[in-house]
């Protein structure tokens, strides 16, 4: 029996980084770096990059719920990011970097609520993730797609993505493909 794949979006400032460590979880069918939640139709990434579009930088994930749950998705997208800065990861600061989950239906949006209520004891400061339905979705230019993977010299990629997926691939080792 063939199951109904959903889909999550999440954005956790670069999208760059979000992608990559999904790319590698089983059950995740398709992955797409974009855009969501602003006014501007149809963005760019130049117009994301002033801050002024309203868009997060997000990853839209088609997921098998069979092979892989939306809280296992939670526990990743939380695991990759620090969800206590607000409009900022690290040195990527503004709107389009925040801690952001796009829920697709309401049972995803409580999903959502229970996760952080169980996690927020862990961190010091109060947990500013954004909660919002989904509205239109664009998607990155082509060349973000994939983008670790793609450009894995590249000095932001080796610098800062590489130890994250490295982290990633240790905490979630078995809900990988190799």
Not at 21 to 43: C, M, N, Q, W
Not at 83 to 111: C, K, W
């Given at each position: 029996?063939?199951?109904?794949?959903?889909?999550?979006?999440?954005?956790?400032?670069?999208?760059?980084?979000?992608?990559?460590?999904?790319?590698?979880?089983?059950?995740?069918?398709?992955?797409?770096?974009?855009?969501?939640?602003g006014e501007t139709l149809d963005p760019?990434?130049?117009?994301?990059?002033?801050?002024?579009?309203?868009?997060?930088?997000?990853?839209?994930?088609?997921?098998?719920?069979n092979v892989v749950s939306?809280?296992?998705?939670?526990?990743?997208?939380?695991?990759?990011?620090?969800?206590?800065?607000?409009?900022?990861?690290?040195?990527?600061?503004?709107?389009?970097?925040?801690?952001?989950?796009?829920?697709?239906?309401?049972?995803?949006?409580?999903?959502?609520?229970?996760?952080?209520?169980?996690?927020?004891?862990?961190?010091?400061?109060?947990?500013?993730?954004?909660?919002?339905?989904?509205?239109?979705?664009?998607?990155?230019?082509?060349?973000?797609?994939?983008?670790?993977?793609?450009?894995?010299?590249?000095?932001?990629?080796?610098?800062?993505?590489?130890?994250?997926?490295?982290?990633?691939?240790?905490?979630?080792?078995?809900?990988?493909?190799?």
């Amino acid at each position: 029996m063939m199951s109904k794949m959903q889909l999550a979006t999440f954005g956790g400032g670069c999208f760059w980084c979000i992608d990559a460590a999904f790319r590698k979880v089983k059950g995740i069918h398709k992955v797409v770096s974009g855009y969501s939640g602003g006014e501007t139709l149809d963005p760019t990434y130049k117009e994301i990059c002033t801050g002024m579009t309203g868009h997060a930088e997000v990853v839209q994930l088609e997921f098998d719920p069979n092979v892989v749950s939306y809280n296992t998705l939670l526990a990743m997208f939380f695991a990759l990011h620090d969800p206590t800065q607000l409009n900022r990861q690290g040195n990527d600061v503004g709107t389009q970097y925040r801690s952001v989950i796009f829920y697709h239906s309401d049972e995803q949006m409580a999903q959502a609520k229970q996760v952080i209520s169980e996690i927020k004891e862990r961190f010091q400061d109060p947990i500013v993730t954004e909660l919002s339905a989904i509205g239109a979705f664009y998607d990155a230019e082509r060349y973000h797609q994939d983008y670790f993977n793609e450009n894995p010299n590249q000095g932001y990629c080796s610098i800062m993505i590489a130890p994250k997926v490295a982290k990633f691939e240790q905490n979630f080792a078995d809900y990988l493909v190799y």
